[in-house]
């Protein structure tokens, strides 16, 4: 089987985007298959004109990348088939419509928040005209891939049309996420943040989408220290802070035991899993949530959002909590709600926290890579022999 993998261009900066196409390619060349990979590259973008990167960078994405892709597309026989590794690669779509493809889904927060769903995310009118582009293109797909069930759902909303195909297939956990030392693990992060961690500290690992909810990580924080007057620092780990949460940081009392780390190895990423007393993730909205995932596989408890997704990687494994709510005149109250679960999840004895452990590593057992890529070959398969 020849695979063609169409990806977004290595210039908009990615790193989720580009693991995971790299993920696809190496698993299906690993399973005997032809793969190549299509990509945008930065021809007009590289004009050094100051303030037009980005629009000269969507000259290079939708009108020079398809006239290529098209040519290449002429010279193919029957036996491919294309694979779009994200939905929002949809102008693309059209090109093999009529051939056989698969398009692989992550989330659609961008499109629902196009449509005003969530009211923490005021969408341009520029960035609204943007995303119906990119639904035009990916609702002529027939054939799909989930990341979850709540994605599968969000796309039958968003299609005009029902699939002829739609599927869910949990992405592959990277297996270099394994339980370690704990009391090694906070020394050798201690030493390379410079930080005394040996008592331990509360995680947080995402970046500065506003569904992380990245303030509310401080909000509850604020809340645990005001109430339970207990220290541990703070770590969170990710994008360098926005102006945002940087203003939440000065405005709190505990701030110089809230510790920003961006630009981090991933050894020591690992690390500073494995030694987290508990890993705080209150995201509002997520396409998965492999955050979870990797701290239930490192040995850490998890006290995450009481909503879909965050629950199909949490399964009955983590502590809950509460969204936050859209009105900021009730983060108060929800933040000392947190905080009151996040002390139970600080205060279990060894007993209860190993019990938490084994829910974890069994649950990270439906996430296994080897698994997630027989299956995505196997869809591959179908939609090849059905065309």
């Keep these: 089987m020849k695979i063609v993998f169409f990806a977004h261009p290595l210039f908009l900066g ?88 698969v398009i692989h889904c992550h989330d659609f927060l961008a499109q629902a928040s196009a449509k005003g769903v969530y009211p923490q995310n005021i969408t341009s009118a520029t960035g609204i005209k943007y995303q119906s582009y990119i639904h035009q293109g990916y609702n002529q ?5 989930s990341v979850s069930e709540k994605t599968k759902a969000d796309l039958a909303i ?32 201690g030493k390379a943040f410079n930080l005394d961690l040996i008592q331990g500290y509360i995680l947080h690992v995402g970046g500065n989408q506003w569904y992380k909810n990245r303030t509310g990580v401080i909000a509850i924080y604020d809340q645990w220290r005001k109430k339970y007057g207990k220290q541990l620092p703070l770590v969170l780990i990710g994008q360098k802070a926005s102006a945002s949460l940087l203003k939440k940081w000065e405005a709190s009392l505990y701030k110089n035991d809230i510790h920003f780390f961006s630009g981090v190895d991933d050894e020591s990423v690992r690390l500073a899993y494995a030694g987290a007393s508990v890993f705080l993730f209150p995201s509002i909205a997520e396409g998965f949530g492999w955050p979870i995932a990797e701290a239930m596989a490192s040995g850490t408890v998890v006290v995450t959002t009481n909503e879909a997704p965050m629950l199909e990687v949490a399964g009955e494994a983590a502590f809950l909590i509460a969204a936050k709510p859209v009105k900021e005149e009730l983060e108060e109250d929800w933040a000392a709600q947190s905080a009151a679960v996040l002390e139970d999840a600080l205060t279990l004895n060894e007993a209860q926290r190993n019990e938490w452990l084994k829910k974890g590593f069994q649950q990270i057992k439906k996430f296994k890579l080897t698994d997630a890529l027989d299956r995505i070959e196997k869809i591959y398969k179908k939609v090849l022999n059905d065309n």
């Design 158 to 189: 968003y299609l005009d049309h029902p699939a002829k195909r739609s599927e869910v297939v949990y992405n592959g956990l990277n297996p270099a996420y394994v339980a370690l030392p704990v009391t090694s693990s906070r020394l050798a992060l």
């Design 141 to 145: 797909g027939r054939n799909f891939i």
């Design 14 to 101: 990615s790193q989720s985007m580009p693991r995971f196409v790299n993920m696809l390619a190496e698993g299906m060349q690993g399973r005997g298959h032809e793969v190549e990979v299509w990509r945008p590259e930065p021809l007009f973008r590289n004009v050094p004109v100051n303030g037009l990167k980005k629009w000269l960078g969507y000259i290079d994405q939708y009108l020079v990348f398809p006239q290529q892709a098209k040519r290449k597309i002429k010279q193919h026989t029957a036996d491919v088939i294309y694979v779009l590794t994200d939905h929002a690669l949809g102008p693309y779509v059209p090109l093999v419509a009529n051939r056989p493809h």
